[in-house]
């Protein structure tokens, strides 16, 4: 893949920054908050439960919500790779978790809207986005998850642990974190990223007010999570919005992918993300909210995660690289332009054992599984967000010539995009980078 042009700033004061290092940049301040493992159908706002999610609900009425917004795959590295990148993950070379990282010619959002001029913080609870995969690219500061994993081990984390036995980063830590950065910053746009683990852990990360909450329903532990994690970036929004320099603040909420719970797909779900590419395990909220700029409005056209890099940098002011694979959904907010969006989604697994993708057509799922996963077949063609039982709900034989065009959409994709070869040891370890960046070499 060649290396992406460097994005051309959009009007004369933004022009005005480039070449006149410190000229504060005219705009937004911009908060991403990723929810680990969010489904977009557990909130209110998206259909689900009217008790679970109420902060997030009330900040989407205020909000642009986009109701129909695919994952490019359905685990975390790959997703957040697409999210910050605006490209697809096989571009970056992203499938295993072993120690596939972001190559060092790819741009992040951090990196744009830092390079214009923002100041940019991030943190992150999970592991997976770590500084050691390169996520930490264009942040001024970046705070890795304390937890590593020992299938994340590169050889530099100083402690490994097993998964499930630790408590990960909490999100009001994470928060709160967030918020002293803000509040230091508040005299330039910043950019601050922030992941939250809460829903993902569930269980494990239940305050004693939430514990208890959806006894005896379906999915107790999760539906208590989003609620958790719904009540404490309610709070962080209001908070940061109280903050001087950022009560304009663009603020985004969205998620890296779904989870699969109690009854979905039971004959064939092995993990509960990752693992399919169904609507529940790639379905995410996005909520874009920036009251008094951005007018409140539904958008049930079906959009990208990695369309949201793009679209952010528009309403900064800023261009996208055309290179992107993503598209910049700006003229969809404010119904002055449609985006040049495909007709045909694509999404990809290919972690541990999984070998898949998926072509979403408006009316149906079309999905290639090439791995042998039990209770699926080679492949499946399913009503779009209808039931997601593998070979039990495949309609493959009623409509050969409906699978046989998405097939061919497809194998197109698939040559146009071809498979990057992953970085994994190309890239140097944390602390052997820190210690090239304190001497002069490598960074940004
Ligand atoms: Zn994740």
């Known amino acids: 893949m060649r290396p992406l042009a460097p994005v051309l700033v959009l009007g004369a004061a933004a022009a005005a920054l480039q070449g006149c290092g410190g000229e504060r940049p005219e705009g937004p301040s911009v908060v991403l908050v990723i929810v680990d493992t969010l489904r977009a159908d557990r909130l209110g706002c998206y259909g689900g439960p009217e008790d679970v999610s109420p902060e997030l609900d009330a900040l989407a009425s205020e909000s642009i919500v986009f109701e129909d917004v695919l994952a490019p795959c359905s685990w975390t590295r790959p997703s957040i790779a697409g999210l910050v990148t605006g490209l697809h993950p096989r571009g970056l070379g992203i499938f295993k978790e072993a120690g596939d990282a972001l190559p ?257 057509a408006a009316e149906w799922r079309y999905v290639e599984n090439r791995d042998g996963h039990p209770g699926t077949d080679p492949v499946e063609l399913q009503a779009a967000g209808g039931a997601e039982d593998g070979a039990a709900t495949n309609r493959l034989e009623q409509h050969p010539e409906i699978a046989a065009d998405l097939a061919r959409h497809l194998a197109d994709w698939e040559r146009r995009h071809p498979r990057v070869e992953s970085t994994e040891g190309e890239a140097l370890g944390a602390p052997a980078r820190q210690q090239l960046e304190a001497i002069g070499y490598g960074g940004d």
């Open 104 to 360: 060092a010619t790819t741009r992040t959002l951090a990196q744009e809207l830092g390079a214009a001029g923002w100041n940019t913080f991030g943190i992150t609870a999970n592991p997976n986005i770590n500084t050691c995969f390169g996520f930490d690219r264009g942040f001024d500061t970046y705070i890795d998850s304390d937890v590593v994993f020992e299938f994340m081990d590169r050889g530099d984390a100083q402690e490994t642990y097993a998964f499930g036995h630790v408590t990960l980063p909490r999100s009001r830590r994470v928060l709160r974190r967030a918020l002293e950065w803000a509040a230091d910053h508040g005299d330039a746009p910043g950019f601050l990223q922030v992941d939250l683990m809460e829903v993902h852990e569930r269980e494990r990360q239940l305050r004693p007010e939430f514990r208890e909450r959806f006894e005896g329903e379906p999915d107790q532990g999760y539906l208590a999570a989003v609620a958790q994690v719904s009540h404490d970036v309610g709070r962080f929004v209001a908070d940061l919005r109280a903050l001087e320099g950022w009560t304009d603040a663009l603020v985004v909420v969205t998620s890296d992918h779904g989870e699969a719970l109690d009854g979905d797909h039971a004959a064939v779900v092995v993990k509960p993300h990752g693992d399919l590419l169904y609507e529940t395990q790639l379905q995410v909220p996005l909520i874009l909210s920036r009251p008094g700029t951005l007018d409140a409005r539904r958008i049930p056209d079906r959009v990208r995660l990695i369309d949201v890099m793009p679209t952010v940098l528009e309403l900064c002011g800023l261009r996208p690289s055309p290179d992107l694979h993503g598209v910049s959904l700006a003229g969809l907010l404010t119904g002055t332009s449609l985006p040049d969006l495909p007709e045909v989604f694509v999404a990809e697994t290919a972690w541990r054992e999984r070998e898949k993708l998926a072509a979403y």
